[in-house]
Every structure is written in C-alpha cells, then in structure tokens.
T-cell receptor, first 116, second 114 residues
Framework: EAGVAQSPRYKIIEKRQSVAFWCNPI?????LYWYQQILGQGPKLLIQ????????DSQLPKDRFSAERLKGVDSTLKIQPAKLEDSAVYLC??????????????FGNGTRLTVT | AQSVTQLGSHVSVSEGALVLLRCNYS??????LFWYVQYPNQGLQLLLK??????LVKGINGFEAEFKKSETSFHLTKPSAHMSDAAEYFC????????????FGSGTRLLVRP
C-alpha cells in the first residue's frame, strides 16, 4: 500500500511569512494527525482529525496555526505568520481508526521548515 | 498527565554488542506502550507495541521490549547491534481512554561503532 505522502519536503521562509503543508494519508484511514518535531525533541501532537472533524487541537497555537481536512481525506496545515521558533519538522500520520492502541500510526517523511 | 522519560539522549555501542534503550512512563493506569524508530530524513516507523497480554514483546529487526508494571518501564533491547540500527528511537505511550493520544519521549540516538 502507498504510504502517507507529504509535501513539500523542505521549506525555507522568513519570519512573518506564511507557509502551508500538505498531507495525503493512507487510503481508508479515518484518523489523521499533525505532529511538530523540534530538533532534539520527540514529536508533539498539534491536531488530530477523525474523518473531517477535529478530535484534539489543544496544543495547536490557534493564533497562527490552522488546519483543515476537507472531505475526510487530504489535509493542509498552515502557519501565518511564522516565527523563528516554528522551525521544526512537521509530520503527518494516519491510522485506520483512532489510533494509539490497536491501530498503529503510519508516518509520512515530514516537511522540514526553516524560519529565518 | 501521562509522560515518558527516555534516559540518555545518546547511546553508543559497538557492532555486535547488546543494545539497551531505557524508557519509563508515568501513569496511574498502565497505558499502551510503543517504540518507534526514525532514520535520518524519514518519518517514524513502528518497531513494536504492547497493549495487553504477554509482557515481552517482539518487534521488527530483532528488537524486543519488556513491560514491567512494577517499574513502570518498557526498555528496548537487541542482543547484537548492527550498523544499520543507527537511528533515533522514540518511546511513546497512549492512555487507555477515548483520546488515543500518542505521547512521545524525547528520543535516544543510537550510535553503532564498527
């Protein structure tokens, strides 16, 4: 089966600019996650979708970050305006059901964002 | 709140030596437990998981982990390290509630010396 696809792989922007990341999950996976991985740290959950509804966005900085999952398939994560501390790898993952237990997460290769 | 502690941000072993990566969690109720591996410039790949049943869990690439409730630990081991095992390893927990949130530790980078 095809894996989780993410684009772009790399992005360099200046602070205060905006940026968007795209994710296409594994076909049939109902749950989609966006994680932020800062260098030297473990991934931190930003937002979790179940189909096209938000399950958890408690750690999403909503003043600058937004995400949507139209039609319960692809998802876009946007940052506007970007700050230096947003430099990180943004990982998208999907699972067949609300994962963690019986339904493992499948991760994409991530988008490395550098904010200068 | 649940948390995960991985002791040692870097672990260095010789090829053929035992690999031991430590993971402790804090939770009043034993959660689901996972180990993921991340190779450079790639996403995370599931190595193994513990949900219920046998406390010794075998995963891919010869890795295994043992859930010890009394020690709140889930250490990852491999009898003989291979050069290809060099990567970053993350322990993660998921509470046994409806959130299914996956909480990661800070990771341990495994270096394998020839």
């Amino acid at each position: 089966e095809a894996g989780v696809a993410q684009s772009p792989r790399y992005k360099i922007i200046e602070k205060r600019q905006s940026v968007a990341f795209w994710c296409n999950p594994i076909s049939g996976h109902a749950t989609l996650y966006w994680y932020q991985q800062i260098l030297g740290q473990g991934p931190k959950l930003l937002i979790q979708f179940q189909n096209n509804g938000v399950v958890d966005d408690s750690q999403l900085p909503k003043d600058r970050f937004s995400a949507e999952r139209l039609k319960g398939v692809d998802s876009t994560l946007k940052i506007q305006p970007a700050k230096l501390e947003d430099s990180a790898v943004y990982l998208c993952a999907s699972s067949l059901e609300r994962g963690g237990g019986a339904s493992p997460l499948h991760f994409g290769n991530g988008t490395r964002l550098t904010v200068t | 709140a649940q948390s995960v502690t991985q002791l040692g941000s870097h672990v260095s072993v010789s090829e053929g030596a035992l690999v031991l990566l430590r993971c402790n969690y804090s939770s009043s109720v034993p959660p689901y437990l996972f180990w993921y591996v991340q190779y450079p410039n790639q996403g995370l790949q599931l190595l193994l998981k513990y949900t219920t049943g046998a406390t010794l869990v075998k995963g891919i690439n010869g890795f295994e982990a043992e859930f010890k409730k009394s020690e709140t630990s889930f250490h990852l081991t491999k009898p003989s390290a291979h050069m290809s095992d060099a990567a970053e390893y993350f322990c993660a927990v998921s509470p046994m509630d409806s959130s299914y949130k996956l909480i990661f530790g800070s990771g341990t980078r495994l270096l394998v010396r020839p």
